[in-house]
């Protein structure tokens, strides 16, 4: 098989924020218990951001996410998530637009734009791809969820970063392309999604997004997070997302993990087959 004849993805960081552990892990080794123990050390800690450009064989581009804001300072003031997530370790080629611009691609070359959920740090740059014919996929209880409220924001939702885009939904897990399926895999939103790829090569890769926000919360065992709609959802998400994982072989890559980024090959010109 040639690598025309393959699905190329391509895990694309776009700069890092940084923000309390709390917030991403909920971690027994930061509690007290009767026993007493140390002073409890509070941890600022990195969370890069990534999104992921799929090249199918037959020939249609998907983007799974869309990545953090140039203008977060302004963007994220109103409820004060510039204070507590600020961006501020990204370079310039790293802004999406910068990356989209390295893929030689415009936003409505793009067949699917697949938001894994609709948080300032995944879904702010979606406006990019108003007007164009590009199919913006997310789950159907997000959709709801995030239209659902007057005003600003509801929590880490920001309704501008995607209020009047047509948003498709789906309702259940659902192949898009050959090979590339989105797994319903709710808990940390009302609607989370998570991605599978079935790549020639490199075997099955799982982008979880949100769902797994580093290492540590897969364990086993799994380890909730601070940020959690749902947390019976998102227990079974994990289990849902392990048991695909163990019978596929797949890779595991978890949405803000600084460790873990630092070992997968990415960047344009760096791809998976």
Do not use: C
């Not at 910068?98 to 893929?103: D, G, I, P, T």
């Not at 959709?143 to 007057?150: E, H, R």
């Not at 997302?241 to 595991?252: G, H, P, S």
């Amino acid at each position: 098989m040639s690598d025309a004849d393959k699905i190329k993805v391509t895990i694309l960081p776009t700069g890092a924020m940084h923000a309390d552990l709390t917030w991403l892990l909920i971690a027994p080794s930061k509690m007290l218990s009767r026993s007493g123990g140390t002073e409890v050390k509070r941890d600022w800690v990195e969370l890069p951001t990534h999104v992921v450009y799929i090249e199918h064989p037959n020939g249609q581009k998907m983007l799974w996410d869309a990545g953090v804001p140039r203008d977060w300072e302004q963007r994220w003031a109103p409820p004060g998530f510039n204070d507590f997530f600020p961006i501020d370790t990204v370079t310039e080629d790293q802004w999406l637009d910068s990356r989209l611009k390295q893929l030689e691609i415009e936003p409505g070359d793009l067949d699917y734009l697949v938001l894994s959920h609709l948080h300032l740090d995944h879904a702010a740059n979606a406006q990019l791809w108003a007007g164009t014919d590009t199919k913006i996929i997310v789950d159907e209880k997000e959709k709801k969820g995030a239209l659902s409220f007057d005003g600003y924001n509801l929590g880490a939702h920001i309704k501008g970063d995607y209020d009047g885009l047509p948003l498709d939904t789906i309702g259940a897990d659902t192949e898009i392309m050959p090979g590339v399926t989105i797994l319903q895999t709710p808990g940390h939103t009302w609607g989370t999604l998570a991605l599978k790829v079935d790549l020639a090569d490199e075997g099955t890769m799982i982008f979880a997004s949100d769902s797994l926000y580093r290492s540590e919360s897969y364990g086993p065992p799994a380890v909730a997070a601070g940020i959690v709609y749902d947390t019976v959802a998102w227990f079974a998400s994990v289990d849902k997302i392990r048991t695909i994982a163990e019978a596929t072989n797949a890779t595991v890559v978890f949405g803000h993990d600084p460790e873990q980024i630092k070992t997968l090959k990415t960047g344009v010109g760096n791809s998976y087959t």
